[in-house]
Nanobody, 116 residues
C-alpha cells in the first residue's frame, strides 16, 4: 500500500510560480516511477510529468520548458515546480505512483487556480 499526500496548491496569477509537493508513505521498499497528473473541469485526467528513481523525467508538451519535476528518494517525495503558469494550467493536480499495470495509487489532489 502507498499513501500519497499532495500540498502546495493555491491561487496564482498568470506568469507566476507555484511548487507542488507529494509525500509517499506506506509499506513499500522502493518507488520507481512517480508522476503528476491534472484534471480540469469537464476534461479527462492527463499526465503532466513523470520521473523515475534514477531521475529520468518526461513532460507533456503543454508544460515543457515551464514545469520541472524532481524528487527526493530519501524522503519519498516528488515535487512539481510550475513557472510561467497560464490560465489553462488551472486544474486539480494529482500525485500518482504506478505499482503494476493494474495497480495505481493516487493522492486526493490539490487545486491550482491561475488567474488572468
Amino acid at each position: 500500500q502507498v499513501q500519497l499526500v499532495e500540498s502546495g496548491g493555491g491561487l496564482v496569477q498568470a506568469g507566476g510560480s507555484l511548487r507542488l509537493s507529494c509525500a509517499a508513505s506506506g509499506s513499500f521498499y522502493r518507488i520507481n516511477v512517480m508522476a503528476w497528473y491534472r484534471q480540469a473541469p469537464g476534461k479527462q485526467r492527463e499526465l503532466v510529468a513523470s520521473i523515475t528513481s534514477g531521475g529520468n523525467a518526461n513532460y507533456a508538451d503543454s508544460v515543457k520548458g515551464r514545469f520541472t519535476i524532481s524528487r527526493d528518494n530519501a524522503k519519498n517525495t516528488v515535487y512539481l515546480q510550475m513557472n510561467s503558469v497560464k490560465p489553462e494550467d488551472t486544474a486539480v493536480y494529482y500525485c500518482n505512483v504506478p505499482r503494476s499495470p493494474t495497480t495505481n495509487y493516487w493522492g486526493r489532489g490539490t487545486q491550482v487556480t491561475v488567474s488572468s
